[in-house]
């Protein structure tokens, strides 16, 4: 394992892969990805190396877990400490660790995510066939035991393939490879600070890079598995996620001077409401997808009329007991 130090010339061709994460506070789940990516990596004729943004540092376990895990496993980890708080200081980060690496290929995963053994091959597959800057791939829930009930709505939880003006769009982090050699003009850092704790600041990059002319491509065999923990097990958590949705959607959509036209987008879906269970969209259950769909709406509204909801908050000291791990995934709020 290597704590961060490296200086690498960049006017050399660029080559090899990395398989890059953030992680906060999920020590059992970093350990069990780590883990899976030493079964996906066995199919590559070479080893990727590993970047790790840990975006709390404070816990020596992780980085005395992370060591021993590259020494098991024989992959370079490179373990890094993002102390600015944030999804996108922590994304940031990794990238600015892979361009000092010289890297061509980064293949990103979210901490509480593991992939199946053929993801690495089925994305580099995908990348070389299409000659795609960036590759993405599906995202399939796991549920709790006690929440098999959800199992019917789990493409809900679900991450799969999406277009943009009728070509595919990557659109998420947490499951995506990049070609850094095909974006090399795109300006650093590349991830958004203003996105930093409210999330959104992914579907920001990804919408650049589409419109910037980068080819887009997906890949249904590069496929990961995400834990959907207890408080994430309920129609409930899924209708704050939809408000979320809405809200940072008003966000991105109104960079450079685009709110008159969100707002009429807003207004737009308001008027669908009324025929939407009549849409059929939501095959599961029409009156779930309604209330989804007016949960987006009502983030809508609340993002016009300057709500921003926050999915990365950071509990404070004092409210936390020493005993307690703060769960990100539970600390979503709305804030001015």
Request: net charge neutral.
């Amino acid at each position: 394992m290597t704590i961060s130090d490296t200086n690498v010339s960049t006017k050399a061709p660029r080559e090899g892969l990395a398989v890059g994460l953030c992680t906060y506070k999920r020590l059992p789940s970093l350990m069990r990805l780590l883990d899976h990516i030493a079964i996906s990596a066995k199919a590559l004729s070479s080893p990727p190396d590993i970047i790790i943004a840990d975006n709390d540092g404070r816990d020596p376990a992780v980085a005395a877990s992370v060591a021993e895990f590259s020494t098991r496993s024989g992959l370079t980890v490179h373990y890094r400490i993002e102390t600015h708080p944030g999804i996108s200081a922590a994304r940031n980060a990794v990238f600015d660790e892979a361009e000092k690496l010289n890297l061509r290929f980064v293949a990103m995963i979210d901490d509480d995510e593991w992939p199946s053994p053929e993801w690495l091959s089925e994305m580099l597959k995908a990348q070389a066939s299409e000659a795609a800057a960036v590759v993405g791939g599906p995202v399939r829930p796991v549920f709790p035991d006690n929440a098999a009930h959800l199992r019917k709505y789990s493409r809900y939880w679900s991450v799969d393939k999406q277009f943009l003006n009728g070509k595919p769009f990557v659109f998420c982090t947490c499951n995506f490879l990049i070609d850094l050699q095909a974006i090399a003009a795109i300006p650093r850092p590349l991830f958004d600070e203003e996105f930093g704790l409210s999330g959104g600041g992914d579907t920001v990059f990804f919408r650049g890079l589409f419109f910037a002319g980068m080819k887009m491509a997906w890949s249904e065999a590069a496929f990961v598995y995400e834990e959907v923990p207890q408080s994430r097990a309920s129609i409930a958590w899924m209708r704050q996620r939809r408000f979320r949705v809405g809200n940072h959607a008003v966000r991105w959509e109104s960079l450079g001077g685009g709110g008159r036209k969100s707002f009429a987008k807003t207004l737009g879906l308001s008027a669908r409401l009324v025929l939407y269970p009549f849409l059929q969209r939501e095959p599961e259950s029409r009156m779930l997808g309604w209330m989804l769909e007016f949960d987006k709406v009502r983030g809508r509204y609340n993002a016009h009329f300057g709500d921003v909801f926050v999915e990365y908050a950071r509990p404070k000291a004092e409210e936390a007991k020493p005993t307690e791990t703060p769960k990100q995934e539970d600390s979503g709020r709305v804030c001015r």
